[in-house]
């Protein structure tokens, strides 16, 4: 998917999900109150028509349950509706999410026969007791089955997986990206875990059973995991939840909740290279950094962070840091004086 393709998001929270994980009110998390029907679907695509700018890309997707979970009968009713709308030219692709124990053979068929072009699976974790302590309902072999399944039948694969779960660990959480990169998907979302309220996390939480996976903690982790899927040449199409007014306004009570988490891990990145560059570094020196263009900012750091860092880490007497109008490499050490 282009950068410029418009998503048109329909929500069915909760339809068709089996299970109650710990994590997930999706409710609050969309900000949808009841399952999108087909008339709902029929309107999205009319609204677009009217916003969106003409000769740009429109995907179509079911967010927010277990797309092929939902009863056959209103399954079809709702891609029926979609696949009028690609033959008709008012989108370009469609786009479902689902569970890895709600895919066979069948399933991919129904899909296939309804234009159906990427399928989204929910990993969240590929250690099994993760999984069993999130109540996902499913096992890491589920996911290795049903991404095989969706890749053999010629289908676009997106993974999504959540770092600090119950009984996650920085190690586990490596492990499960280096497992999902061993299935080669086309894209993966990743979603620190956020304690929304009205769930049985959030219930944890208060009673002191599960520990807060922080924002700090987050961008640690993420930002030894993103350059993992960058160095295999799969995407990073989401890091973080969206944000939306629920979730700023209470629903998120805790975790790794930012609306600019995105940005905060590749500052974070940026910072690993730079102290890599700085290693042995006699103190007292003034330090000058090249980044790339447009990087600056964020090798800065919020609030100047990764200044103050490298500055205290390596005791330099200054450290500035400049754009690289070449853009020969991402970081790259200018000059250091004393």
């Known amino acids: 998917m282009s950068a410029r393709a418009s998503i ?53 997707a079911f967010y927010g349950g277990s797309f092929t979970a939902i009863p056959e009968a209103e ?50 974790s590929m250690d099994d007791e993760v999984l069993l302590l999130s109540g996902r309902g499913h096992t890491s072999s589920d996911v290795e089955r049903a991404s095989r399944l969706i890749k053999e039948a010629g289908f676009r694969l997106i993974l999504q997986m959540m770092t600090g779960l119950p009984g996650d660990t920085p190690e586990k959480d490596l492990e499960t990206a ?24 959030f219930d944890l939480w208060k009673k002191g059973a599960y520990r807060e996976h922080t924002v700090e903690d987050a ?26 007014e629920a979730l700023s306004g209470g629903a998120a009570a805790g975790g790794a909740y930012h609306p600019a988490l995105g940005e905060l891990v590749k500052s974070r990145i940026l910072l690993h290279k730079a102290e890599v560059l700085l290693e ?36 330099l007497a200054s450290l500035e840091i400049r754009e690289d109008a070449q853009e020969t490499a991402e970081i790259v050490l200018v000059s250091i004086e004393k």
Do not use: W
């Open 8 to 60: 048109l998001p329909v929500f069915v929270p909760h339809f068709g999900c089996p299970h109650a994980c710990v994590f997930c009110n999706q409710r609050r998390i969309s900000g949808a109150d009841k399952p999108a029907t087909a008339e709902d679907v029929r309107n999205i695509i009319t609204h677009a028509a009217a916003f969106l700018p003409r000769g740009g890309k429109r995907q179509l």
């Open 75 to 124: 399954q079809e009713a709702l891609l029926l509706a979609a696949r009028e709308a690609k033959m008709h030219g008012e989108i370009d692709s469609i786009r479902i999410s689902t569970r890895p124990d709600a895919i066979d053979g069948a399933v991919l068929e129904r899909l296939r026969r309804f234009c159906v072009e990427t399928v989204e699976l929910g990993a969240q």
């Open 178 to 201: 280096r497992r999902i990169i061993a299935l080669r998907p086309d894209g993966v979302r990743i979603y620190p875990t956020v304690i929304v309220r009205d769930t049985a996390l």
């Open 219 to 244: 961008v640690e982790i993420c930002a030894r995991i993103v350059p993992l899927f960058e160095e295999a040449d799969i995407p990073v199409i989401r890091l973080g939840l969206n944000p939306t």
């Open 280 to 315: 042995g570094i006699e103190p007292g020196n003034r330090v000058i950094l090249a980044v790339a263009r447009g990087k600056r900012s964020q090798m800065v750091g919020q609030h100047r962070e990764n200044i103050r860092r490298l500055t205290e880490k390596y005791a």
